[in-house]
């Protein structure tokens, strides 16, 4: 009994540790957005400070379009979500239900992609947006990410548990393949379509590199994109660029706080089985 309590003692005090570990880089970011700029550059470092200021969200809203950049983070990242699921699912669904010639060379290329870093096709697909006058566009910045290998396969894999009586039933019932699809299999992928959207919203959200790329003037660029302007060669303002990544950052916290049950059944779900 001394044992059990001992051992159950040891692993909470050892959680409570790695939960502090993990949360104090971000309590460390939302104290300094309120510090002067003084207070954060001083050495040795400080987490308090004697005096706190909204100055650093102000400089941010009066700096850069702190709004536009918003909006377009909203468009660009939602658009993604709203297309990618859509897509993803059809092309998961196909993989994992439908038999057809060349189904597991196609998935194996589509899971190949996966192992590319989106350095080596950058330059191609910044000539191809040219080329169809899609740069600095909503429109250029959705396409090229309305389908993923790791959403696919996120989906496949939840596919894949269902089991095969729905679809043989279906078919019975005179059901074609994509009734199958919209009627009984989507309404039973819920979780793992949450969990795949939370997923591709995060991931494009925080992007930085893409929106660069394919956006030219300062008006398309979306948040991460535009709080990398307050950072210049020889100046760093920490204060706004801290204040910055906190509003950045709280929409998808209070996304996560809502969401976490399903994406935690969801990702549980769409591993049972391969």
């Given at each position: 009994?001394?044992?059990?309590m ?14 502090l ?53 909203v ?22 239900r ?72 279906a ?87 809502f ?16």
């Open positions: 009994m001394k044992t059990s001992i051992r159950e003692v040891l692993s909470k005090i050892f959680l409570i540790f790695l939960l570990i993990i949360i104090f880089p971000f309590f460390w970011l939302l104290v300094s957005s309120f510090k002067n700029e003084k207070d954060i550059i001083t050495y040795p470092p400080a987490i308090l400070a004697l005096t706190y200021t909204f100055d650093n969200y102000v400089k941010v809203r009066t700096t850069i379009p702190l709004m536009a950049y918003l909006k377009n983070t468009i660009f990242a939602g658009g993604v979500v709203l297309t990618s699921s859509l897509i993803n699912s059809l092309a998961a669904y196909a993989f994992a439908i038999k057809f010639k060349g189904r597991n060379i196609f998935f194996f290329f589509v899971l190949l992609t996966m192992m590319m870093p989106f350095q080596i096709f950058m330059i191609p697909l910044f000539m191809q947006m040219n080329k169809l006058n899609l740069l600095d566009t909503y429109a250029g910045l959705i396409l090229p990410r309305m389908a993923s290998a790791s959403g696919i396969f996120l989906m496949r894999s939840f596919f894949v548990t269902l089991p095969k009586d729905l679809e043989e039933s078919r019975i019932d005179g059901l074609n393949e994509l009734q199958i699809f919209s009627k009984i299999m989507l309404p039973l992928c819920k979780p793992a379509i949450l969990t795949m959207s939370i997923l591709t919203l995060m991931t494009n959200w925080k992007d930085l590199l893409y929106p660069l790329l394919l956006t030219n003037s300062t008006n398309m660029r979306t948040l991460a994109a535009g709080l990398a302007l307050l950072v210049g060669q020889n100046i760093f303002a920490y204060g706004p660029v801290m204040a910055g990544t906190i509003i950045s950052i709280l929409p998808l916290i209070i996304l996560y706080a969401m976490q049950k399903y994406f935690v059944q969801g990702a549980i779900m769409s591993g049972l089985k391969e």
